[in-house]
């Protein structure tokens, strides 16, 4: 995935985009050139937070604002019987090849939607808010998300190896 600065100027939602596939790319980059078992090193106990646990993560956040909100698809989580978003964070188990293509293709699932939605201002129905949401705020709360976790990102990387870098 490459890394593209967003662009300086564009509409909202060529920006809203850019800002988004940025943060994707990040979380991509922080976990270059790392093997499986660096990749799962957890923060700190009892934590259970690692760069891998976090690509699985996203890919559930992704599968659920994108595909289920948005797109109004009755999918599973990836990783619980429970919906229980958390789980994805414990990649005790977990290999690098599984969770990047996990997350690759909800990746692009969200893509397509996106690109298939009329305007920023398409809503869809959020049960746990009881409210409608737009595409808009979904895509900021996505960045937002991504931003979140990149910053602790940055922390396990460092952890790992040293590597540090915006």
Known sequence: ??????????????????????????????????????????????????????????????????????GGEDVAHLWSDTHDFQAAYDATGATREEAFAAWRAEVEHSRRIEAAAASLDVTAHVPSCKEDASMRLIMLHMIHEYARHNGHADFLREAVDGATGA
């Open 1 to 70: 995935m490459e890394r593209t600065p967003p662009p300086l100027t564009g509409n909202e939602r060529e920006t809203l985009r850019a800002f988004l596939d940025y943060h994707r790319a990040t979380l991509a980059w922080k976990c270059e050139g790392l093997g499986d078992e660096e990749l799962r090193r957890a923060s700190m106990p009892p934590s259970t937070l690692s760069l891998l646990g976090l690509v699985r993560h996203m890919a559930e956040v992704e599968r659920h604002w994108f595909r289920r909100i948005l």
